[in-house]
């Protein structure tokens, strides 16, 4: 994957050399440019979108709290720069679980895609493909992964499994992801029901009432049998349907080695915020682990993820990869989630934003920013490579 992108792109268009193109030429003058701090292109994106589709992405369950303290969190944590460490010749490339990336960074997975844009999915998975970064696939998105997959070409992809109720519709999902080419399952634990999310309540929006969201639901030969008449005929009934096998609440840790030994994919599990949990997880035989809150979207009033990220890569004491995502907007976000542990850092509303104002051009555009960004702010640290990055490089604001 690494060398795919080094061949579309050249190493030093991560570099200096992105910086010094926009100066050359004057990008901020093209009215297609995408605003290149990210509130900025969020303030684009919300002039652009309908009420519903904006509090779709930008909005958190209740009072929005632990969005806000996962974004704080990062305020807490300082990089302390260091000098003269020849930073000349840098690659903060990775393997991660039969992958080489050639940063730090995947794409989260973030549903309904098309609510930021008609191209949704298809366009942000080959904007990502393109660049050789990641692409995790939502299970409720626009366009089905088989179709995702054709539109966003060769390039690294994992598959998110919301686990359903159904044990043959989960062998049916994760047989369909294997075959359509998705090399990994995160399986996301923290929505086995959805959060109080007073913005969508406020507005009554729940997309896949209408049918929007379900396209893997929908295309599934085992979904399809268990119901009276095909979803296309039907969609409030094929919709209901959906909300009954969506999850099983009773679950516990130890039924979590029914999944396990139900692929043979590398399995990680998204939404672990506490160690006791990550240490379940490994006892289970997962393959690496999540820190997430789901961007705040389901408890109010919880921690941030930064804050519990310390922890949970000290439980897990690298036995598998710790990745990490909730707030990640700079490059210097990216920087500390390393400095604390994580292998890798998951991207999400910012790659909405960028998909709503540009399509697959915007989210390219955005990637390449955030890249330049994440190369320029480790090498100004005096950082070459990723393990030369430590926890010894911050300091708490306290402190
Ligand atoms: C999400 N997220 C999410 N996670 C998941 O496992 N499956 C999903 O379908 C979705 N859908 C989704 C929709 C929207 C609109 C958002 C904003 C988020 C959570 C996502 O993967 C990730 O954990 C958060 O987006 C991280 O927080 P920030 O950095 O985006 O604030």
């Known amino acids: 994957?690494?060398?795919?992108?080094?061949?579309?792109?050249?190493?030093?268009?991560?570099?200096?050399?992105?910086?010094?193109?926009?100066?050359?030429?004057?990008?901020?003058?093209?009215?297609?440019?995408?605003?290149?701090?990210?509130?900025?292109?969020?303030?684009?994106?919300?002039?652009?979108?309908?009420?519903?589709?904006?509090?779709?992405?930008?909005?958190?369950?209740?009072?929005?709290?632990?969005?806000?303290?996962?974004?704080?969190?990062?305020?807490?944590?300082?990089?302390?720069?260091?000098?003269?460490?020849?930073?000349?010749?840098?690659?903060?490339?990775?393997?991660?679980?039969?992958?080489?990336?050639?940063?730090?960074?995947?794409?989260?997975?973030?549903?309904?895609?098309?609510?930021?844009?008609?191209?949704?999915?298809?366009?942000?998975?080959?904007?990502?493909?393109?660049?050789?970064?990641?692409?995790?696939?939502?299970?409720?998105?626009?366009?089905?992964?088989?179709?995702?997959?054709?539109?966003?070409?060769?390039?690294?992809?994992?598959?998110?499994?919301?686990?359903?109720?159904?044990?043959?519709?989960?062998?049916?999902?994760?047989?369909r992801a294997k075959q359509a080419g998705y090399t990994a399952i995160v399986v996301t634990l923290d929505t086995q029901s959805l959060g109080w999310r007073e913005r969508n309540l406020q507005l009554a929006f729940l997309p896949f009432l209408q049918g929007t969201g379900l396209a893997n639901y929908f295309t599934d030969p085992v979904f399809r049998r268990s119901l009276a008449r095909p979803p296309e005929e039907d969609v409030p009934a094929a919709a209901e349907r959906y909300l009954q096998v969506f999850s099983d609440l009773s679950r516990t840790w130890k039924d979590l080695r029914l999944l396990r030994e139900a692929t043979d994919l590398p399995l990680l599990v998204k939404g672990i915020q506490h160690p006791e949990d990550a240490r379940q997880a490994i006892d289970q035989g997962v393959d690496g682990i999540v820190v997430s809150n789901h961007g705040g979207r389901q408890v109010d009033g919880s921690v941030g993820t930064l804050e519990v990220l310390p922890g949970v890569v000290d439980a897990v004491h690298d036995q598998v990869p710790v990745l990490f995502d909730g707030g990640i907007r700079r490059g210097v976000d990216v920087f500390k989630a390393v400095a604390l542990g994580a292998r890798a850092v998951l991207v999400g509303r910012p790659i909405l934003w960028a998909l709503a104002v540009g399509g697959r051009e915007g989210v390219r555009e955005h990637l390449l920013n955030l890249a330049a960004d994440l190369d320029l702010s480790f090498a100004l640290a005096g950082k070459s490579r990723l393990a030369d990055v430590g926890r010894g490089d911050l300091v708490s604001a306290a402190g």
């Open 1 to 175: 994957m690494g060398q795919s992108m080094h061949a579309s792109e050249p190493q030093r268009s991560f570099q200096t050399g992105r910086q010094i193109e926009i100066y050359r030429t004057g990008k901020r003058i093209d009215p297609g440019f995408i605003p290149l701090a990210v509130e900025q292109l969020e303030e684009k994106a919300r002039s652009i979108l309908s009420a519903e589709a904006y509090d779709w992405i930008a909005g958190s369950a209740g009072s929005g709290g632990t969005a806000r303290n996962n974004l704080a969190a990062f305020d807490r944590w300082r990089i302390v720069p260091r000098m003269l460490c020849d930073i000349s010749s840098r690659d903060f490339g990775l393997s991660l679980l039969g992958h080489d990336l050639p940063l730090p960074l995947l794409i989260a997975p973030i549903g309904v895609q098309a609510a930021a844009h008609p191209e949704g999915e298809k366009a942000s998975a080959a904007a990502a493909a393109a660049l050789g970064i990641p692409f995790v696939l939502s299970n409720v998105a626009t366009f089905s992964m088989e179709e995702v997959a054709r539109a966003a070409g060769p390039g690294p992809r994992w598959f998110q499994l919301y686990w359903p109720k159904d044990p043959e519709l989960t062998a049916s999902f994760l047989d």
